[in-house]
């Protein structure tokens, strides 16, 4: 488990609520799993597809990437990948309250732990930790987050105010888009900018063969990403502010096109 990615990574490129204690919102309520045995169902098939899960602490200011490894026989315990960042470690076991989340196959899934243990697995450190009470299984279709092309990048024009009062517009690349929100890629220096909470008006984007978009953006999450050849930039996760449902319908129409065209090219190359 790191905090840094190997290849350019696309974080949280899974579907994710717009705050982290969604357990604790009556809006998401009929989505979770009170049973025990249907807890461990999930967490069974994340054992055995490998699923990567993000793991938010700190109030959701610091994370980690891991796995679970390994369920307890009696149902009651968890094994997780440890990581090799010493200090990210530290700062997680001390954390009194860690936010787990990924996805399996495109259903959101969620749960919190009220603290980590340090144990070994298989002749290595690892995490320790017990069932969860309760575990959010969420399928949703604003939530689904899809990653936009690489190659030739979306652009999402925001007018800012820089640090010394400077008022400027800034071209952004877009790395995700779901139903709920988007992900901007943004130098470091940004950072101060782009500050959690921030709210930024009449931000413009053209999705391809859909049109132009203008809609203010609110900034959810921060954190900086390093690829594989050692460069970093900023990942910045942003929540539409009252989007009109017509321009909802667009960015849903997109990314079931874009989705399809995928899933063509692949059945193509098998």
Do not use: W
């Not at 969860?132 to 399928?139: H, S, Y």
């Not at 809609?215 to 900023?234: C, E, H, I, W």
């Amino acid at each position: 488990m790191t905090d840094k990615a190997s290849e350019p990574l696309e974080p949280e490129a899974h579907p994710v609520p717009h705050h982290l204690d969604v357990e604790d919102d009556d809006n998401y309520s009929r989505y979770l799993l009170y049973s025990k045995a249907e807890i461990l169902f999930v967490l069974k098939a994340l054992v055995q597809k490998g699923v990567m899960i993000t793991v938010y602490f700190d109030g959701g200011n610091s994370f980690l990437l891991t796995s679970l490894n390994h369920i307890g026989a009696d149902g009651n315990s968890l094994i997780f990948d440890y990581g090799s960042d010493d200090e990210m470690n530290r700062r997680a076991l001390q954390a009194d309250k860690l936010v787990f989340t990924t996805t399996l196959d495109k259903v959101k899934i969620q749960f919190s732990l009220k603290g980590l243990t340090q144990t070994t697995f298989e002749g290595r450190t690892a995490f320790g930790g017990k069932l969860p009470e309760t575990l959010l299984r969420l399928q949703r279709r604003e939530y689904y987050r899809l990653t936009t092309p690489i190659a030739n990048p979306i652009k999402v024009s925001v007018d800012v105010i820089l640090a010394d009062g400077t008022k400027t517009t800034i071209e952004a690349n877009m790395l995700d888009i779901s139903g709920g929100g988007i992900g901007l890629m943004l130098p470091l220096s940004m950072g101060e900018t782009f500050a959690i909470g921030n709210v930024f008006r009449d931000c413009k984007f053209t999705l391809p063969e859909e049109g132009q978009l203008v809609t203010a953006l609110s900034v959810r999450n921060s954190f900086p990403v390093t690829t594989k050849t050692g460069s970093q930039y900023l990942r910045i996760g942003c929540e539409y502010v009252d989007l009109p449902g017509t321009r909802l319908t667009m960015i849903q129409r997109y990314i079931t096109r874009i989705e399809r065209e995928r899933k063509a090219r692949i059945s193509g190359l098998e």
